[in-house]
Structures are given as C-alpha cells and as structure tokens.
C-alpha cells in the first residue's frame, strides 16, 4: 500500500474543517469550565490507570455509559499514549463480557476512523507530530509487505502503537471498509479477553 494524498482542492477543503473543528473543541475546552474539568478528570484516571475509577466514572452517566465509553475511546487515541486496554477493561467490569467486548469493538473502530480520518485529512507532515517517524516507518514497511493482513497482525499487538497503525493506513491506499474489517479482525482477541478479565474482576 503506497502513500496517498487527496486531490488538493478536496484536501484544502478536508483541512480547513479539520482545523475548524480542532479549534473549536480546544476553544470549549478551555472556555467551559465544566468540559475542562470533566476531560482533566476523566484524563486523569487514565493516566494512573484506575479502571475501577474509569468504571465509576462510565457507569455514573447512566443510560448514556455505553456513548461515554465510546467517547472515551476516541479521547483515548487522541491522547497519546495512554492504552485502549485501560477502558476495555473498565468496560467489561461495567458491562460484562459480550457488552463489554461489543461497546468496546465499537469504541476501537470508532477511535480508528477518527485517527484514519484525521491522518487522511492533514497528511504525513502533520502525522509525524502526532506519532513517531520510527513508528510511521515501521508501520509503512509492514503495510508495503503484508497490505490487509499486515493491519490485521499489527491491530493483535496490544499497547499505545496501536493508534499509529490507524494514522499510518490514512496515509495509505486502503479503503475505509478494508481498514475497519481489519482492525474489527485484529483487535476482536484482545478486546474479548480485556472484557472477560474485567468480567471476572
């Protein structure tokens, strides 16, 4: 898979929306108190690693604790490094095993697009201050041998690199669709098993 860029009136188009909308959220942020606080709190959990405290905090917005998992996820790959397994774990000791392993499929495919889309958008230049260039390198030399398959091997290696394989295929040729049925295929093992130690917990 090669490295691609939209035709540029479209990708002008994709940035300059990107840029509205990331300004937009950072003006909310600093500007609503009650978002801050809740991000700066919600941020802190993850950092220390309290699933118990993630749990509590999921759990505590009730019939809305699957959307705020889902969100999490997404917060998540955006603030790097702190790893998925953190809520998918949190996410089976709210939910269950199959609820939580399904929430938690939805959040890794949704945080995935966020970062395809974003990577897709900006271009390499603006990745490489999201991730690593050793990162991107390496995840560019897997994708040149292996394609599909190799997204596939990549998304069964738990941790933070995780979000570098989704901003490293936006900058590839692979379509929406395969990507999402390829992280969907890679991350389901570990996604199941982070739902069940948190199920038995």
Not at 28 to 43: K, P, S
Request: aromatic share 8%; glycine share 12%; proline share 5%.
């Amino acid at each position: 898979m090669t490295p691609v860029s939209p035709p540029w009136p479209l990708r002008y188009l994709s940035l300059t929306l990107t840029i509205a909308l990331l300004a937009a959220l950072g003006l909310l942020y600093l500007l609503a108190g009650g978002v801050r606080a809740e991000v700066n709190a919600v941020v802190s959990l993850m950092v220390a690693g309290n699933i118990a405290g993630i749990r509590d905090y999921i759990l505590g917005h009730g019939i809305w604790a699957p959307v705020v998992s889902l969100l999490l996820m997404v917060l998540q790959a955006l603030v790097a490094p702190i790893p998925a397994s953190l809520i998918m774990f949190a996410n089976g000791l709210a939910f269950g095993t199959i609820n939580g392993a399904l929430i938690s499929l939805l959040g890794q495919l949704l945080a995935s697009l966020v970062c395809f889309g974003l990577a897709r958008t900006v271009g390499r230049t603006l990745v490489e201050r999201l991730v690593s260039k050793h990162a991107l390198t390496i995840a560019d030399r897997w994708f040149e041998r292996w394609g599909m398959l190799g997204i596939i091997g990549l998304r069964m290696i738990p941790g933070p690199g995780f979000d570098a394989v989704s901003y490293a295929s936006g900058l590839t040729r692979i379509g929406i669709g395969p990507f999402l049925l390829a992280t969907g295929i890679g991350s389901l093992p570990q996604i199941v098993l982070y739902a069940f130690l948190g199920d038995r917990a």
